[in-house]
């Protein structure tokens, strides 16, 4: 593997994970500054309500209290107004999110007050002398009620904020062609990121008047909302992104960066506001729950014939995503099959609820629940073998997908479910009321934006005088390694060692525009944009060398701060026929040719969607990959015990093997949690699991090692023909756990997660029938 | 503000090794404590209710939850934080690339006696992604093996169960804990 690399592909330790492990990293929470002042946030404990009376008189009076803000006290108080996917069919949006609630709240923990005090326990203190009246308001809490006519109104007078829909073929004809027919509903839930770190930040206004947050920010693109609130110009407000202790989607929104603006702006003094994790539970979106059913049939030579899918997924009580992931719920509805006769409806739908938005798998792993549900209990019918079945429908390169769109990279399927299986082992045995039982699934996953959205990222990269190189890269690092891949990508362009270039990352007002850190775009725009950012600095020092010696350009190497003269860089005969690089980088500096570039590139545009059907690509490429999981099930209680489990991806090229794995054993960890114990309850619009004793995640006793297999088939459209990994790896994981459980015990769980309750009723289900 | 500083008490207690004395109100968390008043950051706040583990520390060799403990009920005993288990690291020893499965062997490039041996083996094994857990994490290891020198996977997972990584999904920090084990063997 990646053998004619020095760097790509190896396994690379940076320089921040050793400063993870003696624990020197200064996360958002970590930083301080003189004089500075600790926030709250005060939220609404109703779910749909107007407010009588706002009374913030007491709390402004007590000693140590420094400011205290509400809605009439924000300059503009709108925020979040970006509804791109929004389709114009069901009507143009009001669903405009308030920064802090003004005369009605429409889900509990909606923000109403901010405090600023000395310290934090004074801040705590204040929230309890704020004084509110309400009024309920009708609501609702069902999204499937919530379509119709009757129901209360969220905002304006349609609770459905999105809706999309696939047509191709003649979807009659296909079910005519099927000689078996599987028709099933499934539902998915809210899921929690729960990453360990709480949303946190610090801001403060620096001596030129620039309102700064140095906050875990996925997007620190957010400066310019802040500015439109503050009503600032964007360059007043400066977003210094910090190392993020997880994200997965959680820090993509708007979390503490508005809050922390307007307190600096109006306090005049640096603030701290950092979310408890009771807050991060209640008041911070989650992952959209689903309704799906889907109907899907097979001749019984196992040819896909049909499939039709109506999804409808719960915005919350606010807009912000929802539409986008359902955009990518209804392309990825289909699974990674090719199926000539698809209908796909979909909508999102307002509600009472906790707001939903951005959480890594985007849409795509809800309906992979589904339609590998779906494709095993075909499998079933047909008595077919579930992997030849699928083999004989997976898409490859050259085939066209739903939404008319040709697979361009390679689709390794057949190899990823076989490895999968395979790095499963022997079977274990079980016994009277323990089951042992193996399933797989298989999915696809798109890498970078959608492509009418024009997304580019832009890299910075010179040689300094001693031929070392500094990186710059607005692209925030979550965690997954986002900046050691720009340092690896660097190096090897520029032949030089790891450790002789310095990436720089993250800062609005410093680093050039690359982006978000979200939808598996950072490698694959960053990575690219800092490939091409190198690849101009060294023509500039080759094209040099070349005017220095008089030899042509392609005919030099560059390596190890050397510019080679030969084809044969290592002979020792050729030792005399080589220039040092620093050489010619002080013969450039000398003719003014600075060894340095700003590059930009930009993923493949299509033209903006205009009607609620999608005909034309959408994603640049997708990422193809199988999970497979044994599990044992104790049919006296319903407990699963997940025995062995594995994880197979094309990740095309690995820049670094270890974050590959790392990101594939960690997005399997956050499926196998959404399919077997991710439970976030609401009731009547309250939320019930604030905690993490309440909202349990997978512990080291929970999961047993996961196995990884890394294809690469140099066909992605990253760096190196890298694809993306970060979400992708997640997608795979509930249906592979759920398609296992129904091999061990003949059951079928339609709503994840399969806790063990779940699992007891629908065996008792079963022994009664 | 008074009524919140009454009642401060002076207590004595060794951290990292080194005997300090304070004043500390009854109701200050350990972790507040050592994070506000000895800048010792590596403890993280997670939940605040002892169920992510970010804020362990070590309390007389045995790990515990700083958020769960009043400092004042600490005076005489002895703390150890993720800063306290290094063995004099700096910022100066450089990371770097190495073929698969070699990285960083000790004594290369970091070098012999900068990191704690579960420390160094966090980073070669792939066991850190985000780093928000780590310290919490490898303060739960060094108690397991401070104990039991030689554990099996399963003795790894019952010692940090109480440790939530939600990055990783775990594989990587039990082999990283077995082979600082190793290591620490033949030491």
């Known amino acids: 593997m990646s053998e004619q690399y020095r760097i790509i592909g190896k396994r690379i330790g940076g320089l921040d994970e050793k400063d993870k492990v003696l624990g020197n990293v200064i996360f958002a929470e970590d930083y301080t500054l003189p004089g500075m002042l600790h926030a709250r946030v005060f939220r609404s404990t109703r779910a749909s309500a107007l407010i009588k009376r706002l009374d913030l008189t007491r709390a402004k009076a007590l000693d140590g209290v420094v400011c205290v803000l509400s809605a009439e006290d924000v300059p503009n108080n709108e925020s979040v107004k970006n509804v791109v996917g929004q389709t114009t069919e069901v009507g143009l949006l009001e669903a405009t999110n308030q920064v802090l609630a003004r005369d009605r709240v429409r889900f509990y923990g909606e923000a109403i007050a901010l405090v600023a005090a000395e310290n934090l326990d004074i801040a705590e203190e204040a929230l309890e002398l704020i004084e509110i009246e309400y009024e309920d308001l009708p609501a609702i809490f069902d999204p499937l009620e919530a379509r119709k006519p009757g129901a209360p109104k969220i905002h304006g007078d349609n609770n459905i904020i999105s809706a999309w829909k696939i047509r191709k073929g003649d979807i009659e004809k296909g079910f005519a062609q099927a000689d078996v027919i599987v028709e099933k509903s499934y539902r998915t839930p809210r899921q929690e990121h729960a990453h360990i770190e709480p949303e946190s930040g610090v801001s403060w206004i620096d001596d030129m008047g620039v309102v700064n947050i140095r906050y875990a920010a996925q997007v620190i693109e957010h400066y310019r909302d802040v500015a439109a609130v503050l009503g600032l110009p964007d360059s007043r407000v400066r977003v210094i992104g910090t190392i993020i202790g997880g994200g997965f989607g959680g820090k993509e929104d708007i979390t503490v960066e508005i809050f922390l603006g307007l307190l600096a702006w109006k306090s005049g003094r640096p603030v701290k506001l950092t979310y408890t994790r009771e807050e991060m539970g209640f008041a911070r979106h989650k992952r959209p729950p689903y309704y799906l059913h889907y109907k899907t049939g097979a001749t019984k030579d196992g040819k896909l014939t049909a499939m039709e899918a109506k999804l409808v997924s719960d915005a919350g009580a606010y807009v912000y995503l929802s539409p986008w992931i359902l955009i990518y719920s209804t392309v990825h509805a289909t699974g990674p099959y090719f199926i000539p006769n698809v209908k796909v409806d979909a909508n999102s739908v307002l509600t009472n609820n906790i707001m939903t938005s951005a959480f890594r798998g985007f849409g795509g792993m809800e309906v992979a629940f589904a339609y590998e549900s779906q494709m095993d209990e075909l499998a079933r019918k047909l008595t077919m073998d579930p992997l030849e079945f699928r083999k004989k429908n997976f898409l490859k390169k050259g085939d066209e997908t739903a939404n008319f769109q040709t697979i361009t990279s390679e689709a390794l399927l057949p190899e990823a479910a076989s490895k999968a299986l395979a790095a499963l082992g022997g079977k274990g045995k079980g016994s009277k009321h323990k089951k042992v039982g193996r399933g797989f699934a298989c999915s696809w996953q798109s890498y970078g934006r959608m492509t009418y959205l024009h997304d580019t990222s832009n890299a910075w990269v010179n040689l300094e005088m001693d031929g070392s190189s500094v990186v710059r890269s607005g692209i925030p690092d979550l965690g997954g390694g986002q900046r050691e891949s720009l340092r690896a990508i660097v190096a090897e362009i520029l032949g030089l060692k790891l450790d002789e270039v310095h990436v720089i990352s993250t800062d609005s007002q410093v680093t050039p525009p690359a982006g978000t850190v979200t939808a598996t775009r950072a490698l694959y725009m960053s990575g690219n944009a800092a490939r091409l950012a190198a690849e101009n600095v060294r023509k500039i020092i080759l094209d040099q060398a070349s005017a220095m010696v008089g030899v042509a350009p392609e005919k030099l190497k560059l390596k190890s701060k050397q510019v080679y003269l030969a084809e044969n860089q290592a002979g020792p005969e050729n030792q005399a026929k080589k220039l040092s690089l620093v050489e010619v980088i002080k013969s450039c500096a000398a003719q003014g040719k600075i060894p340095q570039s700003l590059a930009t590139f930009k993923a493949p545009f299509t033209e903006p969607i205009t009607t609620d059907l999608i005909r034309d690509p959408v994603f640049a490429d997708f990422t193809f990959g199988a999970q497979a999981a044994e599990v044992e099930v104790d049919t006296e209680t319903g407990e699963v015990k997940l025995l062995k489990y594995s994880t197979a991806y094309d990740i095309g090229q690995a820049i670094n093997l270890n974050r590959v794995e790392g990101q594939m054993e960690g997005g399997a960890a956050q499926g196998i949690g959404f399919g077997l114990m991710e439970d976030y309850i609401e009731e009547e619009g309250i939320p019930l699991t604030w905690n993490l004793h309440e909202y349990l995640v997978p512990t080291s006793k929970d999961l047993p090692d996961i196995e990884t297999v890394v294809l690469e088939s140099r066909s992605g459209k990253g760096p190196f023909g890298a694809k993306g990994i970060g979400e992708p790896a997640i997608t795979a994981a509930a249906p592979a756990v759920i398609n296992a459980i129904r091999d061990a015990i003949g059951v079928r769980i339609y709503h994840v997660p399969a806790t063990a309750e779940r699992i007891f009723r629908a065996l008792k289900g079963k022994r009664e029938k | ?187």
């Open chain 2, 1 to 187: 503000m008074d009524v919140i500083c009454a009642g401060k008490r002076s207590i004595t207690l060794k951290i990292n090794g080194r005997e300090r004395s304070l004043e500390v109100r009854p109701n200050e968390i350990l972790l507040n404590m050592l994070r506000e008043r000895f800048n010792l950051m590596g403890s993280k706040y997670g939940c605040g209710i002892g169920e992510c583990g970010a804020c362990t520390v070590l309390l007389n060799g045995r790990a515990v939850l700083s958020c769960q403990i009043l400092a004042i009920s600490v005076a005489g005993q002895e703390i150890t934080t993720i800063e306290g288990i290094s063995r004099g690291a700096s910022h100066s020893s450089h990371a770097g690339t190495a073929p698969a499965g070699t990285l960083h062997p000790a004594g290369t490039l970091h070098p012999a006696g900068t990191l704690h041996p579960l420390q160094a083996a966090f980073i070669e094994e792939g066991a850190v992604q985000c780093g928000f857990c780590t310290p919490g994490m490898i303060i739960s290891a060094k108690a397991l093996l401070d104990k039991n020198p030689d554990p099996n996977n399963e003795q790894i997972k019952e010692a940090i169960r109480g440790n939530m990584c939600r990055c990783t999904g775990y594989t990587n920090i039990i082999s990283a804990v077995k082979s600082a084990a190793k290591r620490m063997l033949k030491e």
